[in-house]
């Protein structure tokens, strides 16, 4: 079945470090790729969606490249502030909508 | 403003109780999805929806049970709740159609503590 695997957290960086958050997926098909940020207390929210291979879906100073070559979609952003400190998700919609286990950020001044 | 709800924002119940969680959305989606948060799992799909009258059964839905009787709610129903039941639910909707189910737009989750 359809799949997402990120990497594992916690994942702690000084303000302004680049980060990457890797994200692979098994898919039958062509499914939509999309990142989703969860703040503390709230529920998820979009932070950027793909729709077909090699588009680069990018918000807030985020981006993702859909690479179907290599099943992947890792986030980046080169440099990070504390507001960023959050949960994040890859996910990947066919059917339905499937979730990778989440990679909580943590931004130290 | 559209905006999906949930209730309660949070339960405290007893093994074996029956238990129903709520999901309201004014968006007029016709997708709506029933997913749990648990440490380490991430977010998994319990039921889904893709109109009146449809459920589908998710990653995770041993336990559970969803009826689609309106566009606006899909509430989610623990039979006989279990410990292992123990979670933060999310209700989301979309008006994906087709192959892909669009963006997802969540609640602010339902915290159920089964004793």
């Known amino acids: 079945g359809n799949s997402v695997t990120q990497m594992e957290g916690p994942v702690t960086l000084s303000e302004e470090a680049f980060l990457t958050i890797n994200c692979t997926y098994t898919?039958?098909?062509?499914?939509?790729l999309f990142w989703y940020v969860q703040y503390p207390g709230e529920g998820l929210q979009l932070l950027l969606k793909?729709?077909?291979?090699?588009d680069k879906g990018s918000n807030k100073g985020f981006e993702a490249t859909y690479r179907k070559e290599t099943t992947s979609f890792h986030l980046e952003k080169g440099s990070v502030q504390v507001s960023d400190s959050a949960v994040y998700f890859c996910a990947l919609s066919y059917n339905d909508m499937r979730f990778g286990a989440g990679t909580r950020l943590t931004v130290k001044p | 403003d559209a905006e999906i709800t949930q209730s309660p924002r949070h339960k405290i119940t007893e093994t074996g109780r029956q238990v129903t969680l709520a999901c309201h959305q004014t968006?007029?989606?016709?997708?709506m999805f029933w997913y749990r948060q648990d440490l380490g799992h991430g977010l998994r799909l319990i039921h889904y929806s893709y109109g009146v009258q449809d459920t589908n059964k998710g990653e995770v839905s041993d336990g559970y049970s969803v009826s689609r009787s309106n566009t606006e709610d899909l509430p989610l129903t623990l039979e006989s709740a279990a410990s292992s039941q123990t979670s933060v639910y999310f209700c989301?909707?979309?008006?994906?159609?087709?192959?892909?189910?669009?963006?997802?737009?969540f609640g602010e989750g339902s915290r159920l503590t089964v004793l």
């Open positions: 793909a729709t077909k291979a090699d």
């Open positions: 898919a039958t098909g062509y499914p939509s």
């Open positions: 989301a909707s979309s008006d994906g159609t087709g192959i892909g189910t669009g963006e997802l737009f």
């Open positions: 968006w007029n989606h016709n997708n």
